[in-house]
């Protein structure tokens, strides 16, 4: 039999073709449960294989597992700010359409700084925002437009009878 588990690392306990992404009904209320990405691994075949005993130790409650990412993530390198940011220059925020560069981020007190004296190494533009701020503008436009077309030009070239003497 063909399977993913590392014999170094699973000598003993092995369970073979299991289920580990299921949902169960317990009372009325949903359970959702997913295979343990530390006991479980994929075969070639789409099945899954456990190092452990019993199925308590190959699954785990759904919502505890990360759930990947659409576009790919890059892991932020935290170093400490001091060893980086030789001048101690650390820039933190970024302009409303932009975004930090994960390339060369540090970390302090919890937050995530950028070491450089150029901007343009730190923050990239973030064009989901610009899109948003420049249709936002050219609907009001069009709506003002539309307004100005119907209500206001129509209401001059009405046209009026003719009174009869």
């Known amino acids: 039999m063909t399977t993913c588990l590392d014999i170094n690392t699973c000598q003993n306990n092995k369970l073979y073709n299991i289920r580990c992404n299921f949902i169960t009904n317990y009372l009325g209320t949903d359970y959702a449960y997913a295979c343990n990405p530390h006991t ?22 759904a919502s505890l597992v990360r759930v990947p990412t659409i576009q790919p993530s890059v892991a932020i390198n935290r170093t400490i700010c001091d060893k980086m940011c030789s001048s101690g220059n650390k820039i933190d925020t970024c302009s ?42 050219a ?8 307004y100005y077309w119907y209500c206001i030009k129509n209401t001059y070239h009405k046209i009026k009878p003719t009174q009869e003497v």
């Open 96 to 137: 409303w359409y932009e975004t930090l560069r994960p390339d060369n981020l540090c970390g302090e007190n919890n937050h995530d700084y950028c070491c450089s004296h150029n901007r343009a190494d730190c923050c990239r533009p973030n064009y989901t925002y610009i899109y948003i701020v420049f249709g936002s503008i």
């Open 139 to 146: 609907g009001i436009i069009m709506i003002i437009f539309a």
């Open 40 to 61: 479980t691994c994929m075969r070639a075949d789409g099945t899954y294989d456990c190092c452990g005993d019993d199925i308590v130790f190959c699954i785990v409650d």
